[in-house]
């Protein structure tokens, strides 16, 4: 019986001595798989406040260095970049890359898995005082000043809308919409040719009114209004893209699932946003079909211009 009692003793003291040992030992931790999120945009960029807020949602599942604000400057440690990256990019500004051949930003889009994007399209515009009051009008005017954005095809559009109803239109290039806006305020040109978030915009203070849109779903649709221009230089759209590089497909899954999570705060604190992530009402092909579009089927067009 003492025997029995005696083993039983050392039975106890050993789990015991297990356990304080156990609780001395440091917890053991996972690293999480480092992620490097290159932002493509400007730094003074509005849209950085929302990458960040993706970048967030992706960092609390890996570890991401979000380094915003790198505009086309990082574009060969990109396409260099072999461990896993997301990359946030603007589809008018690849295009022109390809485009004029200039290497600046013309990245490897095959490298990737799409995980989202936010569309925009490109709008027809004037005063609500311009006498141009609808398409038909501007077709039939003569030497008016027509801005477009540097990076936009709007001026192959210009250019072919002249050719096809033999209008005249003095091209004047501005850095962006805005800058299309406020020229247009001050009657430097007599039509911009700004992205439709910034036109609807400044159409609420009743200064501006398009006279089409970008978006082939529109009733006032340019691709149906200039029937004569070619349907992609009028519809196609400019994507802020989001996509991934060098993960395995358990990881892209998870980062899908976060970028998911991130889209909620998105709607949550810039309501107007239109980010789609990818996902089930908006699939991987949706976003590649989109992506395609605003780049390599727009440049098939315009390299022929």
Same mark, same amino acid.
């Given at each position: 019986?003492? %025997? +029995? ?22 917890? #053991?931790?996972?690293?999480? $798989? !480092? ?10 960029? #509005? ?21 915003? =604000?790198?505009? *086309? ?17 603007? %589809? ?7 485009? !004029?051949?200039?290497?600046? *930003?013309?990245?490897? &889009? ?11 399209? $490109? ?23 027509? =801005?477009?954005? $540097?990076?936009?095809?709007? =001026?192959?559009?210009?250019? +072919?809308? +002249? %050719?096809?109803? =033999? ?30 978030? $910034? ?29 004569? #221009? ?25 980062? #899908? ?14 309501? %107007? ?17 989109? &992506? ?14």
């Amino acid at each position: 019986m003492v %025997t +029995q009692l005696g083993e039983k003793m050392k039975t106890i003291i050993k789990l015991l001595s297990i356990m304080v040992i156990a609780t001395m030992m440091p917890a #053991v931790s996972f690293a999480k $798989t !480092e992620v490097t999120f290159y932002h493509m945009f400007s730094k003074g960029s #509005v849209a950085i406040p929302q990458s960040a807020i993706l970048s967030d949602s992706i960092n609390k599942k890996f570890k991401v260095d979000f380094r915003p =604000g790198l505009s *086309c400057s990082t574009k060969t440690q990109i396409d260099n970049d072999k461990n896993p990256a997301v990359v946030e990019f603007v %589809t008018g500004r690849v295009w022109k890359s390809l485009q !004029e051949k200039d290497g600046q *930003c013309d990245i490897d &889009l095959s490298k990737f898995r799409m995980l989202g994007s936010q569309s925009y399209f $490109t709008n027809v515009c004037v005063l609500t005082s311009s006498p141009i009051k609808n398409a038909k009008d501007f077709i039939g005017s003569k030497g008016l000043k027509a =801005g477009f954005s $540097t990076g936009s095809h709007m =001026g192959f559009w210009l250019d +072919q809308f +002249q %050719t096809q109803y =033999g209008s005249t239109v003095n091209k004047v290039q501005y850095p962006n919409s805005n800058k299309q806006i406020l020229a247009l305020l001050a009657g430097e040109i007599d039509v911009a040719t700004p992205l439709d978030s $910034t036109a609807a915009k400044h159409a609420k203070t009743g200064k501006v009114r398009c006279i089409s849109f970008g978006d082939p779903k529109h009733a006032q649709a340019t691709e149906k209004l200039f029937s004569k #221009v070619n349907p992609v230089l009028s519809s196609a759209p400019n994507l802020f893209v989001l996509a991934v590089k060098n993960v395995s497909d358990k990881d892209y899954k998870k980062i #899908v699932s976060q970028v998911n999570a991130g889209k909620k705060q998105l709607d949550k604190n810039f309501p %107007t946003n239109r980010f789609k992530a990818v996902g089930k009402k908006y699939s991987e092909a949706d976003a590649i079909k989109a &992506l395609n579009s605003g780049t390599l089927d727009l440049y098939a067009v315009t390299k022929n211009l």
